[in-house]
Nanobody, 124 residues
Framework: QVQLVESGGGLVQAGGSLRLSCAASGRSFSSYAMGWFRQAPGKEREFVAA????????YYRDSVKGRFTISRDNAKNTVYLQMNSLKPEDTAVYYCAARSRYGMVITRTGYDYWGQGTQVTVSS
């Protein structure tokens, strides 16, 4: 079992930056692959980025490649999402998720634990 708490969301102008954090507690953090998802009003929750257990491998949805960076600090039990060059279409509630099985996946059903989410609003 792992508990996840996101922070770092807020209101930012287009072109700005935010860094989201997700603090984990419970069983060994380094045994989980981690992902970030987002959900805009009226839309389904979608994959944003994933990172494997060691942090050596990452994967992104096409629309955020080159702008977002996922990273983790296993000593601090925390995963991050650095978001640069933000666009209004990035506005959503952002969720972090933990996967106990081996490998990175981009589907919601591939993750076992979820945080409560943090709101990111990008104004034009």
């Amino acid at each position: 079992q792992v508990q996840l708490v996101e922070s770092g969301g807020g209101l930012v102008q287009a072109g700005g930056s935010l860094r989201l954090s997700c603090a984990a507690s419970g069983r060994s953090f380094s045994s989980y692959a981690m992902g970030w998802f987002r959900q805009a009003p009226g839309k389904e929750r979608e994959f944003v980025a994933a990172i494997d257990r060691s942090g050596a491998n990452t994967y992104y949805r096409d629309s955020v490649k080159g702008r977002f960076t996922i990273s983790r600090d296993n000593a601090k039990n925390t995963v991050y999402l650095q978001m640069n060059s933000l666009k209004p279409e990035d506005t959503a509630v952002y969720y972090c998720a933990a996967r106990s099985r081996y490998g990175m996946v981009i589907t919601r059903t591939g993750y076992d634990y979820w945080g409560q989410g943090t709101q990111v609003t990008v104004s034009s």
